[in-house]
């Protein structure tokens, strides 16, 4: 005798049923942004937290009947992380499809190694739409600033906007827009590092800080590592750090040239003024700057003075130092002539 289905194959079967019936044409190609709702599913989200997502949105009504449903379409195996716009009364059909294939209503968006705060929010503008003050104040939302695990500081979440390009869309909300990149900056930190922060008796916040000056500093890669080590002898010692890039985001712009007038700048980031370490990041950092601040080049190296070239002169005394600034000005001279 044939064994009759149970009641939850019969409900899943008969939802299908239903589900298919009811599902909508496609979106009419014209319609706006605005009517339509985003969500984000952060990379390495489970399938439970993304249906958090969707329900919290009002993608979804019932979500424990669309979980049903869209585990016999195979969307738990097949979920894509990153950011969506859907339909106000998209189709399950329609959300299941498009989760499972990651399609959206998105451009690129490109975060720089070396950016400041103030530029990423400039280039939101004018890519996406997004607002600058707005975007700024989503940098200084303090629930990201514990998601990440660091004290609130006056530019927030600055820093931690992982640098790469991202496939977002247009006219996303300024928080949902921070929020996904500071996401990127935990997906990419690697385990490793926390043990070395231990060697080095530093935090991740101190960690990212340094590697933000060290981005902003080098031109020439090789570099990188002698840099970080003249910042950590510094620390070591007691010594204002004396970054002229601390300066620039002190004033909020790009500065052709930091003149000593300007050195003066009341702020906390001021490395002339203070001793230590800014109170967080200036610039967003890449992964070679991160592990240039981890591993320092076991060297004695104080002081460095860039060349023409981009490329730096090391010293360990401050009489090797002053002799290191008289070459760079004689090969800058010579090259005005020629």
């Excluded at 149970?6 to 706006?32: E, M, T």
């Excluded at 969506?84 to 990651?102: E, H, P, R």
Aim: glycine share 6%; hydrophobic share 40%.
């Amino acid at each position: 005798m044939k064994k009759r289905p149970s009641c939850v194959v019969r409900r899943a079967w008969v939802l299908c049923a239903l589900a298919l019936s009811c599902s909508k044409p496609d979106p009419d190609k014209y319609q706006s942004v605005a009517d339509r709702i985003m969500v984000i599913i952060p990379r390495g989200a489970t399938y439970y937290q993304a249906l958090d997502s969707l329900e919290s949105r009002g993608v979804i009504g019932s979500r424990d009947w669309f979980s049903l449903y869209a585990r016999i379409r195979g969307l738990p195996s097949n979920l894509k992380s990153g950011v969506y716009t859907f339909d106000k009364d998209a189709s399950w059909s329609s959300v299941v499809s498009t989760l499972k294939s990651g399609r959206g209503l998105e451009v690129r968006f490109t975060v720089t190694e070396g950016m400041m705060g103030f530029e990423v929010a400039e280039r939101a503008r004018s890519w996406l739409g997004v607002s600058r003050d707005s975007f700024v104040a989503a940098m200084r939302d303090t629930s990201l600033e514990r998601e990440l695990g660091i004290k609130p500081t006056p530019a927030g979440v600055d820093g931690y906007m992982y640098p790469t390009t991202y496939v977002v869309p247009m006219r996303m909300r300024a928080r949902d827009l921070v929020k996904l990149m500071t996401h990127e900056f935990i997906a990419r930190w690697q385990p490793e590092w926390d043990a070395r922060l231990g060697e080095l008796h530093m935090t991740r916040h101190q960690l990212v800080t340094l590697a933000s000056i060290i981005e902003a500093e080098v031109r020439y890669r090789p570099d990188r590592p002698y840099v970080s080590a003249v910042y950590h002898n510094r620390l070591k010692r007691g010594m204002a750090l004396q970054a002229d890039p601390t300066i620039i985001y002190a004033y909020g712009r790009r500065l052709r040239r930091v003149w000593e007038r300007q050195l003066q700048i009341r702020s906390p980031y001021n490395t002339y003024l203070n001793p230590g370490l800014p109170p967080g990041p200036i610039t967003q950092p890449s992964d070679s700057s991160i592990i240039a601040a981890l591993y320092p080049a076991p060297i004695g190296y104080l002081y460095f003075v860039a060349q023409p070239d981009g490329k730096h002169i090391f010293s360990s005394t401050y009489a090797d130092h002053l002799a290191a600034i008289r070459e760079s000005k004689r090969q800058r001279r010579a090259d005005r002539v020629n």
